[in-house]
């Protein structure tokens, strides 16, 4: 057996052959009765450490709170611990109650403690150091509740306890023991145990509890369950029930009462008869005799007749005035009759009638109609018995009808009344009066002064869409007529100048004559949907003369002729009639080469690129300049100045950076300088108008050509 640290509780231990406890760590060993080896064989009993765990005698505790035989004495048998021959023990033993007995050739290391040790032969016992010396009080123990367990001079004592004092036996069913204060433990009162109810037995006492056990006697042991509504009780699974009786009579007048022999009392309430299992209250009238009540003072079991002369109902409803005689009730006779076939003739029993019409009928202003007969003043309304048999009703909205209007189409009932689609005979034309007959059919009259063609209206003169030498003469509505020849008409084609009519045919003469818009381009043709003549251009390198005899080899480019014109210095102040530099150009409408002239100023709104002239006092960019002075000198803008416009004498200039000189000369950034007759030096490309390769004259400004060659930095200086 191995054990784990901690406390172990054992009630006894049995030791056989070669039997071993091993502990895995400090453990307590706690056992409330015997300890039995084998004295008479090798037992071999081996208690100690588990192999591969160190632990000392001191950290195996074993107690055992036995004692000998049944009477505790040191001669008694069998002792509280024998632990055979031939074992080894390495332990703590504490018998504190009875004798601790070593077999033979047994070897014990640590310590034995018992109210009597027994060592056989060739046994040997060793002390651990490190044990703590035991002390009688720590095993004084004679297993008597009536004693005090006492150690004086480690030497155990027990004196008597005190009277009363509790010494339970462990048998809770004698009663609460005490002791007698002589050492004597006496048994308290007994449990008693008796039967629980009639279909239990007594019990038998729990020595544990003290409870008494409760068995059920066996099923159908007779019994009574005291309910006066069951018969034959019996017992069954410890319960006693019979077999249940209604006396329930289903009458709610009656008190119903079991007499717990299987019979039954039904008591009449007050006030109120029982007849023929029925129940009535007071004066309640018999349903089939009216001259008879229940009059519970006289019977609460039959009816009692009312007295002679008494209302009543003979249930004749064409009888009146009904009595009592005798017992009996009788009325005086009268007759209901309406004479209309479709009523039924009602006496109400009082002297009046009633004459309800009767199902599948109507009865409209005294006259008997079937279901769903119409009305012969109103086909739209029927009767219809389910919404009223005194009116006629409605029918369906779309129900077929004929509101005798040979006019209208599609009649049907809308809210009780017959209507159509009113066919008005409209052929949809402006020129006809259209007309419904009375048979349902239509006319179409054309109207005077008009005529019908092709299912179209035309006016009396009116001309023919597709042939303006066609019109309308109304003496002959139905087809277009001709024109007087020679009357004027438009053939379609604009490039023919004098159209007339000819046998209702349109004919064209004095076709346009085409001219060459100038020497860049060739005669052009004319254009049939506007009569203008188209300008082609000639081929860009034709030969020409710009009429500028500065400018060389002038040559057509899309239909311009231009020349090349050497490079001129820029003066402050540009001249009458000499152009624009052809730098200043940009966006704008005034472009390269556009002339300032002396009769009209020029305006700029705004300045993007390049430099500015300035000469006397700036005027701000985007007014007008009055006569005499430049237009902005930037040029390159959305102003109405367009190109060729001419700068005057003695003119001002304004741009955004105001006050400074206009640029003398241009130079690129090697230092070159641009001089008159000369071009811009070819490696050089500027972003505005005047690019590489442009000449710059006093005469006139060169048509600008890009490059993609290597950029130069241009600027210009005061």
């Given at each position: ?186 048994a308290g009162t007994a449990v008693t145990c008796t039967a629980q109810d009639q279909c239990h037995a007594a019990g038998t006492c729990d020595s544990s509890t003290g409870t008494c056990s409760n068995p059920a006697k066996p099923d159908g042991t007779t019994c009574n369950d005291n309910n006066l509504c069951t018969v034959s009780d019996i017992c069954k699974a410890g319960v006693c029930s019979g077999t249940a009786y209604s006396c329930d009579d289903k009458l709610a ?302 040559a057509c480019t899309a239909g311009v002729c231009q020349g090349t014109i050497p490079c001129a210095s820029v003066a402050d102040v540009h001249t009458g009639n000499t152009h624009t530099p052809a730098r200043f150009a940009a966006t704008a409408a005034c472009g390269a080469g556009g002339r300032a002239h002396w009769d009209n100023s020029a305006r700029a709104s705004r300045a993007t ?110």
């Open positions: 057996m191995r054990l784990n640290a901690g406390v172990c509780h054992l009630a006894s231990l049995q030791l056989d052959d070669d039997a071993r406890i091993e502990a895995l760590g400090p453990v307590q060993v706690r056992i409330a009765g015997r300890v039995a080896g084998r004295l008479s064989t090798l037992a071999r009993v081996w208690i100690g450490a588990a192999s591969g765990v160190t632990l000392t005698a001191a950290d195996l505790r074993i107690e055992i709170s036995g004692k000998n035989g049944t009477s505790g004495t040191l001669t008694d048998t069998p002792v509280a611990a024998a632990f055979g021959n031939d074992a080894t023990i390495v332990a703590t033993v504490l018998v504190p109650n009875g004798t601790l007995q070593i077999g033979q050739r047994n070897t014990v290391t640590g310590a034995l403690v018992g109210r009597d040790v027994y060592v056989d032969i060739d046994s040997h016992l060793y002390f651990q150091s490190g044990l703590a010396v035991l002390k009688c009080a720590q095993f004084c123990n004679d297993g008597n509740p009536c004693t005090k367990d006492t150690c004086t001079g480690e030497v155990c004592s027990y004196p008597a306890a005190a009277s009363g004092t509790s010494c339970s036996d462990g048998n809770a069913c004698n009663g609460a023991e005490t002791c007698d204060g002589k050492g004597v433990c006496k007048c009656t008190t119903d009462t079991c007499k717990g022999d299987g019979t039954c009392t039904h008591t009449i309430a007050a006030n109120n008869c029982s007849i023929s299992n029925i129940c009535y209250a007071a004066n309640a009238v018999n349903p089939v005799n009216t001259c008879q009540q229940c009059s519970p003072s006289t019977s609460q079991t039959a009816w009692t007749t009312k007295a002679n002369g008494a209302s009543c109902n003979d249930g004749n409803a064409c009888s009146k005035n009904d009595v009592c005689t005798g017992g009996s009730c009788h009325g005086t006779a009268y007759t209901c009759d309406d004479g209309v076939a479709c009523t039924t003739n009602v006496c109400n029993g009082d002297g009046t009638c009633s004459y309800p019409v009767a199902a599948g009928n109507c009865l409209i202003s005294g006259t008997c109609v079937a279901a769903n007969a119409a009305n012969p003043a109103n086909q739209c309304q029927q009767c219809t018995p389910a919404t009223s048999q005194t009116a006629w009703t409605a029918k369906n909205n779309g129900s077929a009808c004929n509101d005798g209007n040979a006019c209208t189409t599609n009649d049907v009932c809308t809210a009780g009344a017959c209507g159509g689609t009113v066919n008005r005979c409209d052929d949809g034309l402006a020129c006809t009066a259209d007309l419904c007959k009375t048979d349902g059919s239509c006319s179409h009259t054309l109207v005077a002064g008009n005529c019908l063609i092709a299912g179209a209206c035309y006016a009396a003169g009116a001309p023919n869409p597709a042939n303006t030498c066609q019109i309308c003469n109304p003496a002959q509505p139905s087809a277009w007529a001709n024109q007087a020849d020679g009357a004027g008409c438009n053939d379609g084609n604009a490039c023919t100048q004098s159209d007339t009519c000819l046998a209702g045919t349109c004919t064209g003469s004095n076709p346009v004559q085409c001219q060459a818009k100038d020497q860049c381009h060739d005669v052009g043709t004319c254009d049939k949907s506007t009569g203008a003549c188209t300008a082609p251009a000639k081929p860009d390198g034709t030969t020409c003369d710009d009429g500028n005899s500065a400018s060389q080899g002038d690129v390049g430099p500015r002239f300035a000469s006397g006092q700036p005027r701000g960019i985007g007014r007008r300049s009055p006569r005499g002075d430049t237009t902005v000198a930037r040029f390159g803008a959305t102003a109405p100045c367009g190109a060729g416009a001419r700068m005057t004498r003695a003119s001002l200039a304004t741009g955004r950076q105001r006050g400074r000189q206009a640029p003398r000369r241009l130079r690129d950034k090697t230092g070159l300088w641009c001089r008159l007759g000369t071009s811009t030096p070819a490696a050089c490309r500027e972003t505005a108008a005047c690019g590489v390769g442009a000449t710059i004259s006093t005469g006139r400004s060169a048509t600008a050509h890009r490059t993609t060659a290597a950029q130069c930095q241009w600027r210009w200086l005061a």
